[in-house]
């Protein structure tokens, strides 16, 4: 199985920005979906964004406009720019690839991100 290393988390203010990395231990190009997911105390864990089966990134509607999701192939890496964070941001931030017909689906171990008011 692919290993993911979540890195970036951290406190933050309302208002403020943070990058969040995750490194692949492989080509992440052997993946249909890269993706960000979070998931806050007592919540169950949510797509923030992805790359799914295209070069185009996929957000949910509450970080639309906000987060911006990247990559960068040469160095195995995905990237979640978040900006504008808000409290309701706070929350374990997870890397996840998926390939189906791989049979794999990984998960990183997460970074927390905390956003404060």
């Known amino acids: 199985q692919v290993q993911l290393v979540e890195s970036g988390g951290g406190l933050v203010q309302a208002g403020g920005s943070l990058r969040l990395s995750c490194v692949a231990s492989e080509s992440i190009l052997r993946f249909a979906t890269m993706g960000w997911y979070r998931q806050a105390p007592g919540k169950q864990r949510e797509l923030v964004a992805g790359f799914f089966s295209g070069s185009t990134g996929n957000y949910a509607d509450s970080v639309k406009g906000r987060f911006t999701i990247s990559r960068d192939n040469a160095k195995n890496t995905v990237y979640l720019q978040m900006n504008s964070l808000k409290p309701e941001d706070t929350a374990v931030y997870y890397c996840?690839?998926?390939?189906?017909?791989?049979?794999?689906?990984?998960w990183g171990k997460g970074t927390l991100v905390t956003v404060s008011s």
């Open positions: 996840n690839a998926k390939n189906s017909l791989l049979h794999v689906d990984s």
